[in-house]
């Protein structure tokens, strides 16, 4: 019998290699003294912006300032209420409270996670002025409805792009089809820093510019404060490794498709259900999640055979208590608490090697007495 020791995401494996690379774009920054926006983070800001495909990029502190922000920019505050998912990270939502508006929660499909924009239109009201869209695990929300929609409803939208960057639909990447997108460098992201940072992308001049100076006290020039802002940079150090790191975002991209595919293959006579990508899609697997009823079992069973695996997200956010204010209660966003408690992210990270899967399907199968 073996056993292995397989985290979620293998993150020092990706240092390891990276290790000589990163050093010497270390060495680049402590040489310039340059230390909070200066050349790494402008180049960065370009090559985001041309990967996604959007006119600007601009560096933040992390990705929940990016969507504070973004929300900010588009001068969204008390009274106003933003529709979001309630299956998400909480930031999603706590950048929605923490500009003075209200989050509206709009249920889930059960196939992607993601928000079902049918059912947008029961959640708009007179005072919605957003729709935070999260493209969650890494597959795409249904832009293309959802911006009909909010064209048609005057809405602006803020795509929560942290867990897709380079996904697509229509080959429409992730972040560059709303006003602004928002990503996350958290170091577990599939581009990922060894530290925190975010950015803002849009085609907007005008979000460009206003996140620009909220992101340095409310300023666009020195000592000229213009509102109250932030201090929210994405600093020169996160920068250049980001940047090294972004030249193989592409091919950690293929492999975390390639382990995905084994996962499908393997896993798909048992009784889970398995992660789906829609035609026309491209998921990128952030986190490659399964559901089914003895999601607990499973868990406690693989954590025992030293398989790293974590609920992505045991409460959606409407039953969480800070926001019971909002009066939702349970029962009213069922996919949303079906998923929270059906499902379980496996191992997949682009380190992820041919035995370390193979014990992590065998466990599974063994869990369902399949082998
Ligand atoms: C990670 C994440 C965020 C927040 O990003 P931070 O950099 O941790 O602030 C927001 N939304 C989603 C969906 C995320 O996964």
Redo the contacts with the bound molecule.
């Keep these: 019998m073996i056993y292995l020791n397989i985290p979620l995401v293998n993150l020092k494996r990706q240092s390891d290699r990276l290790r000589d690379e990163i050093h010497a774009s270390l060495d680049r920054v402590i040489d310039s003294g340059q230390f909070i926006m200066g050349d790494e983070e402008k180049t960065f800001e370009k090559e985001i912006a041309s990967f996604v495909g959007t006119t600007y990029g601009i560096g933040v502190g992390?990705?929940?300032?990016?969507?504070i922000m973004a929300l900010r920019a588009l001068n969204i505050g008390p009274g106003d209420e933003v529709i979001t998912s309630p299956f998400?990270?909480f930031?999603?939502a706590e950048?929605i409270s923490s500009v003075g508006a209200t989050p509206v929660f709009v249920d889930i499909s059960p196939d992607t996670y993601c928000m079902d924009v049918d059912m947008l239109y029961d959640a708009i009201t007179p005072r919605t002025k957003a729709i935070i869209p999260?493209?969650?695990f890494g597959h795409m929300v249904d832009m293309k409805k959802l911006m009909e929609i909010a064209k048609a409803r005057n809405l602006a939208v803020i795509e929560?792009a942290?867990?897709a960057i380079g996904a697509t639909q229509d080959c429409m990447r992730a972040g560059a089809i709303g006003d602004a997108g928002?990503f996350?460098?958290?170091p577990t992201?599939n581009l990922g820093g060894m530290g925190?940072?975010?950015m803002v992308v849009t085609n907007r001049k005008d979000m460009d510019d206003a996140v620009r100076m909220f992101r340095v006290h409310g300023s666009r020039r020195k000592y000229h404060n213009e509102c109250i802002g932030y201090n929210s940079r994405l600093d020169e150090l996160q920068a250049a490794i980001l940047r090294v790191k972004l030249r193989y975002l592409s091919g950690w991209e293929k492999k975390r498709r390639y382990r995905a595919r084994i996962y499908n293959e393997e896993l798909k006579n048992l009784p889970i259900k398995l992660p789906i990508e829609l035609d026309e899609y491209r998921h990128v697997y952030?986190l490659y999640v399964i559901g089914c009823d003895e999601r607990d079992g499973l868990m406690s069973y693989l954590k025992d055979k030293g398989i790293g695996c974590g609920v992505y997200y045991p409460l959606p956010l409407h039953l969480l208590p800070v926001y019971r204010n909002l009066g939702y209660g349970i029962g009213r966003l069922k996919n949303a608490e079906g998923a929270a408690i059906t499902t379980l992210a496996i191992p997949l990270c682009p380190e992820l090697n041919d035995l370390e899967q193979e014990y992590v399907i065998d466990s599974i199968k063994e869990f369902y007495g399949v082998k």
């Design positions: 992390n990705g929940t300032d990016a969507l998400t990270f930031a999603s950048s999260v493209h969650i929560d942290c867990q928002c996350s460098f958290f992201k925190d940072g975010g952030h």
